[in-house]
Each structure stands twice: as C-alpha cells, then as structure tokens.
C-alpha cells in the first residue's frame, strides 16, 4: 500500500462490537479473563491495550518495520533502547544531539555503568575510528537537532555490520514520509511522537520500530518491567495525527524550503541551516536519502539580543519549546532545547546565543514570511 494508505488504514480495522470506524480509545486498566490465563489477548494495560496495539501496528506499517513499541515520551523509548545494554558496554551518539538525549546518556546512565562517545556521525571513519572492542550501538539522529547535519545511513549500516553494532536512528525531524532508515540497514527506529507523528502539539509519546525479533522482544519486556507506558487516549490522539502526516509533511516542506531561501538572502541572518540549501554541507546526501528536506530551519542572527527581540516580536510562531505541529514555533536552543549541555559543547557545536531555531507549521506561507521578515527588521535597529 502507498503511505497515505497506510497511514489512514494500517492497524485500524472496524471495531468488531459496534462496526466503528474509528479505533476506540479502549480507557481500562484491566480485562476480565474467563479463567485462568483464558483471556482475549488482553491481561493487565500496563502489557498493552488495544488502542495502543492498533497505534503500534500503524507506525509500525509507515517504517516498514514489524514491530512498533509505543511509550510515554519519546525520552522514555530513547532510555528503553539503550537500556538493551549492560553494564560496562559502550555506545557511541551523533556528537550534535538533541539536549535531553544528552542529558539521559551523560548524567544517569553513565551513573550505571554504561560508556559512550559523542562522535560526527556525519563523518563515517570518525564513526570508524571511535569504535572500540566493547562498543555494542551507534545511537544516530539525522537531521541534527538542532544544526541540521545529516548522516550517510547506508553507509553507517554497512559499518555496524561490520563491527557487530546496533543500530539506532532517531527519526523525529524527518519521519517516515520523509526517510525510512530500516530500509537503509538500520536495526532500530525511534520517534517522540509528540512532535509530527502527532502533528497537533497535544500529547506528548515515543516510539520505537523494529523488524529485529530478538531487540523488539527485550524492549517490550523492558517497557513492561518499567511500565514506561502510554495512555490509551494519548495513543488515539497520534493515530488520529498519523492519517494526515503525509500531508502534513509536504506542506511543511514546501513552505520550509522557500521560508529557508528568503532567510539566507536576508542581510540580517548570518548564517541559514537547511538541508534543501545548496549551500549545506551535506544538500547532495539529504537529495539522495531523504523524499523532502522537512519543516525544520536554524538560522543564525549574531547575537543573544538579536534572537530575543525576534523571539518576542513574531506573531504567528510561536515562542515554545517542541516542533512538529501545525502551528508554526520558534526557539533559542542555546538557552531552550540545549540549555543541558555546557557551555563549552554548544560553543563547539555552534549552538550561539543568537541561532534560531524554527518549526515551520502550515500556516499560509505568505502570512510566515511576513511575521518572520517584520520581526527581522525590527532586529539591526535593537542591537545597534
């Protein structure tokens, strides 16, 4: 099936008792079993529901992956998966990391024993170079958050392979309608589904996808021993967000890229981040491996001072941390998303006080460029 096919269909039948269209949100605890261990599939929700079960097997459908996990946040699915490791085991991350992935790994995993390496993912023999004997996963995000950087994801398969590595890509910023990374070599793929599965910036989950028997069988069980679970209503709310994404994500990339042409061209942004730019680093590679370039533009306007009056005289984006919603949003990541990792990492990472980060919605983009360009010039006269 195509992917809006899927996406309307996949793990949504008729409910059987009624004939309903839509999957029910099924709001129990517990199901009653007609003796002992005679039951309907169903035993306790903290194993699983069937409003999940349906949302599971619909993400599952777009990333062609046979099993999909659903969780609380999208940082609970992160910690899940790397919680496949053992103590004494290292791993190595994308170097340029969304801050709270940061956070997990370096502040309370490592507290139990795991060891890891921030690495250019985007560059494979630094990848190469940083494995050692007991290095176990390559912990990917391509896009970057919030630098953009993309990473050669058949290529990096192909090294793990080689090196007897697991293989993780968080799939947040492009999605499935945008890159499918287990049909480029990956073993595992995650989301926080908060951001565009959802799309509509009311619930907060994570997900993670799998076609590898043995890896989906020890997530599940370490999402039942820890109960990092979702609401039934929280899973019927990205369901209902799954229908549109193909939709969605063509209208955020279609406005993203023009948005992103107007803003390198403007005399007050220094820089401008977006893979569908000529000018990005790795333009060719996004082309290659990626349907569209996404909603997710960085630009940067050289100072602290500059990104907050922009920050506070938008009117349509939002000030607000998370993306992916129908309604446009803008951020600092420095002192926002970022704001856990130090100083000293940010500096290298190019994560200045004046980068803006923005989460293009679809708004009509004619009415996007105009809040964007007349807070732009409100931003030379306030920091002169």
């Not at 007897?164 to 309608?177: E, Q």
């Not at 990339?253 to 401008?272: K, Q």
């Not at 590679?285 to 922009?310: C, H, N, P, T």
């Not at 006080?353 to 360009?373: F, N, Q």
């Amino acid at each position: 099936m195509g992917f809006s096919t899927d996406a309307v269909h996949a793990g949504q039948q008729p409910d059987p008792s009624t004939g309903a269209v839509i999957t029910p949100i099924y709001q129990t605890s517990t199901y009653v079993q007609e003796s002992i261990g005679v039951h309907q599939g169903y035993e306790y929700a903290r194993g699983d529901n069937p409003t999940r079960s349906a949302y599971e097997k619909n993400v599952a459908a777009l990333e062609k992956a046979t099993h999909g996990i659903a969780f609380g946040s999208g940082m609970a699915a992160i910690d899940a998966t790397i919680c496949t490791l053992s103590a004494g085991d290292h791993f190595l991350m994308t170097e340029d990391v969304y801050g709270g992935t940061h956070r997990l790994f370096s502040r309370i995993r490592t507290r139990h024993g795991l060891k890891f390496d921030r690495v250019k993912t985007h560059e494979v023999e630094a990848v190469r170079a940083a494995i050692r004997p007991e290095t176990r996963m390559l912990f990917v995000e391509t896009p970057t958050n919030p630098n953009l950087l993309i990473s050669d994801l058949r290529a990096l398969s192909a090294l793990c392979r080689e090196h007897k590595l697991v293989m993780v890509v968080d799939n947040t910023f492009a999605t499935p309608y945008l890159q499918r990374p287990l049909e480029m070599g990956a073993d595992v793929v995650l989301h926080s589904a908060t951001k565009y599965l959802n799309g509509h910036s009311d619930m907060v989950g994570g997900i993670v996808l799998t076609s590898n028997e043995k890896l989906a069988e020890q997530i599940r069980f370490i999402q039942f021993a820890a109960g990092a679970i979702p609401g039934p209503f929280d899973c019927w709310l990205a369901m209902r967000g799954t229908k549109t994404l193909g939709l969605r994500m063509q209208c955020h990339d279609a406005s993203a890229r023009v948005l992103a042409e107007r803003l390198d061209a403007h005399p007050a942004t220094l820089r401008t981040i977006y893979p569908g730019l000529a000018s990005h680093p790795h333009h060719e590679l996004a082309k290659q491996q990626m349907r569209g370039f996404g909603g997710m533009i960085s630009f940067d306007l050289g100072s602290r001072e500059a990104a907050r009056v922009m920050l506070e005289e938008v009117k349509i984006f939002a000030l607000a941390e998370s993306l992916g919603g129908v309604e446009s949003l803008i951020s600092q990541p420095a002192e926002m998303t970022h704001a856990s990792i130090s100083q000293a990492d940010r500096d290298a990472l190019g994560i200045t006080p004046g980068l803006v980060r923005i989460s293009v919605g679809i708004e009509d983009l004619e009415d996007l460029w105009k809040d964007l360009e007349d807070a732009l010039a409100k931003v030379p006269a306030a920091v002169s």
